[in-house]
């Protein structure tokens, strides 16, 4: 009795803690989204208030015009897409190499690249911005594109993936006749999908709200703005709507909620691959 | 006319590692596999049998010597060219892919049209009784119904050789004898030579038309499972083919003065004033047999007794006679048969 007693007030007491870990994730969201529910003068005038009094789709709907929010998310759907597609391809490709083939200094060339991923982005950002530069990329598609087409964390996720896989089946493959690119696409591939799939959910995300390379890369050119330089244009276009920059903020992580929804499974199965046995 | 051995090893070795770390997993063995025999390569864990196996299906190279398939030297040829199938202790089977989908896939890499590949993948399943799993995934087998499925992706692939590395040693006992007995039958309907690795003598003695015992990479014996159990050619094979092992008494006893003379426990009999005086150890009652563990001057000697028979008791002495016919002799330094 008195051991039931106090398994129910641990697991209150744990249930407590995770509403008010909850409280404390959600909030933010909460504000910001209903501050993108108010009108502009009503935002200025109980800019605290937390009640949802008079909720207007007006800020989001003026966001999504002087924002041009419509162009922005496209760019960076098509932006974020062809990165991930270019990652996973890529990732795939080196990761084979890396655990399947035998090639010179294949020991000290895989240090040498995960090497790389000690060096901060923002370490390379000036050089990259000069290739960029040199190549004509600036205000481009490519420039936004290609300097991200492969992960170094990427490759060494899905190389960790392909080493578990049994050595048996590449060799049953082989007695089969079936070649490097092929065991690829037939076998190491679908058999990492949920791997697959959290890397390419990662770089969905990372290249969706990347900030610091886009605003390096475009310069004033709208036709190519991504929706991160957007949000920070509008935020500086009209300060009688301080709301305006939610409205638009709301607009910009819809895409991402709704993708977190569709593949929150493949999200959890990426952040503990390894960590479970099976 | 002249038989062509179907798979012909010559003087293969194989050592891994370089320098102070090589180790000589095969060591210099030439053997000749006729046409559709069933030959076992037997030996205990890390004998070799396993790695020339895969030398033959080309998974690994010889570090000397040739292979000969068909007699044709296949040292440099792919594996996918050397019309071999291979099945693994693990099965190896493809787990997204359903039953069908896995023995159509060597068709499938062939080039094989869809409609050909399924009527031949539903034919190999029928001959192991797979019809109604095909539409099934691995991981929704019986340990037995995977091992029938890899066995069945090397049979559509119709090759002259079968290669088969343990393949039932991750079945439980029962299974293990019913797919013993499947295998035999398989062999006898197929036009193919098989070549199967194990380290169980009760496979190897029920299975195969001839058995290769090795050692340490080296082979000691080649012959029909009766040969080898009848007149093993070293101490090794002696001792490691048959249950219990064969005794093997030092110089000096049972009238051997200089040699190792060995003596299976089922030839041993009791026998008042008999020449091996011993004292029982140990009494084990199997029902159908009884086994006597006796102590003679430190040799340790294993008898078979018939359950009829009179029965020491522990700490008896008791005195042990065989027929000399029965006597097996071994150099005390090579360990080979000495007569």
């Known amino acids: 009795m008195a051991a039931d007693t106090a398994r129910g007030a641990r697991k209150a007491g744990r249930y407590a803690l995770l509403i008010a870990l909850a409280v404390v994730v959600l909030f933010p969201i909460y504000a910001v989204v209903l501050q993108a529910l108010k009108t502009g003068p009503d935002s200025l005038d109980h800019p605290r208030s937390l009640l949802p009094v008079d909720l207007t789709l007006s800020t989001i709907r003026a966001a999504w015009d002087q924002g041009d929010l419509g162009r922005l998310l496209l760019n960076s759907m098509f932006v974020s897409i062809v990165v991930t597609i270019g990652v996973v391809i890529t990732s795939l490709l080196a990761a084979y190499a890396f655990a399947f083939l035998q090639f010179p200094f294949k020991g000290p060339l895989f240090v040498a690249f995960l090497a790389t991923m000690l060096v901060p982005t923002e370490v390379t950002v000036v050089i990259n911005e000069r290739t960029a530069d040199s190549l004509g990329w600036i205000n481009s598609y490519q420039g936004l594109i290609v300097p991200s087409l492969a992960s170094t964390f990427g490759v060494f996720l899905v190389r960790q993936v392909f080493l578990q896989l049994p050595g048996e089946l590449r060799e049953a493959a082989a007695l089969d006749g079936v070649g490097h690119l092929r065991f690829l696409w037939e076998v190491a591939a679908p058999l990492s999908r949920p791997t697959l799939g959290a890397l390419g959910l990662f770089t969905f995300l990372g290249t969706w709200n990347a900030y610091l390379w886009p605003s390096q890369v475009i310069r004033g050119d709208r036709a190519h703005e991504t929706i991160q330089i957007g949000l920070e244009r509008l935020k500086n276009s009209d300060i009688s709507k301080i709301n305006l920059v939610t409205g638009g903020l709301v607009v910009a992580a819809l895409p991402i909620f709704i993708m977190l929804v569709l593949f929150q499974r493949q999200l959890v199965r990426g952040l503990t691959a390894g960590a479970v046995k099976g | ?297 430190g040799a340790k000697v294993v008898a078979r007794l018939d359950p009829s028979e009179f029965v020491p008791e522990v700490g008896d002495p008791v005195a042990f006679d065989a027929d000399p016919g029965r006597l097996h002799r071994f150099s005390t330094t090579t360990g080979e048969r000495v007569s």
């Open chain 2, 1 to 297: 006319m002249d038989c062509v051995a179907q798979v012909r090893l010559e003087h293969i070795s194989k050592t891994f590692g370089d320098g102070a770390d090589a180790v000589l997993a095969v060591d210099d063995v030439t053997l000749d596999i006729e046409h559709h025999e069933f030959m076992i390569l037997l030996g205990p864990s890390g004998c070799g049998k396993s790695t020339l196996l895969r030398m033959v299906a080309g998974l690994e190279d010889p570090s000397a010597g040739d292979v000969f398939i068909a007699d044709r030297r296949v040292n440099d040829i792919e594996p996918k060219q050397r019309d071999v199938a291979m099945v693994f202790q693990s099965y190896a089977l493809y787990p997204h892919k359903t039953v069908a989908a896995n023995i159509e896939f060597p068709l499938k890499v062939r080039g094989v049209g869809k409609a050909q590949r399924a009527t031949e993948a539903r034919a190999a399943a029928e001959v192991l009784g797979l019809e109604q799993q095909l539409k099934r995934k691995p991981g929704q087998l019986s340990g037995g119904q995977r091992q029938r499925v890899a066995l069945a992706r090397a049979i559509v692939r119709n090759p002259a050789v079968f290669l088969m590395d343990e393949p039932l040693s991750n079945l439980d006992a029962k299974l293990r004898g019913d797919t013993r007995a499947e295998l035999v039958d398989l062999h006898r309907r197929l036009d193919s030579t098989f070549i199967y690795v194990t380290h169980d003598q009760i496979e190897a003695m029920t299975m195969g038309t001839r058995v290769a015992v090795l050692n340490n990479g080296r082979l000691q014996q080649v012959g029909t499972p009766q040969d080898v159990y009848d007149r093993p050619a070293t101490a090794f094979v002696a001792q490691f083919i048959g249950t219990p092992p064969m005794n093997l008494l030092p110089p000096g006893m049972l009238g051997t003065d200089d040699v190792q003379v060995g003596i299976r426990p089922e030839h041993l009999r009791l026998v008042p004033g008999g020449q091996l005086h011993a004292t029982v150890k140990q009494v084990e009652h199997l029902g159908h047999e009884i086994l006597l563990v006796a102590d003679a001057n």
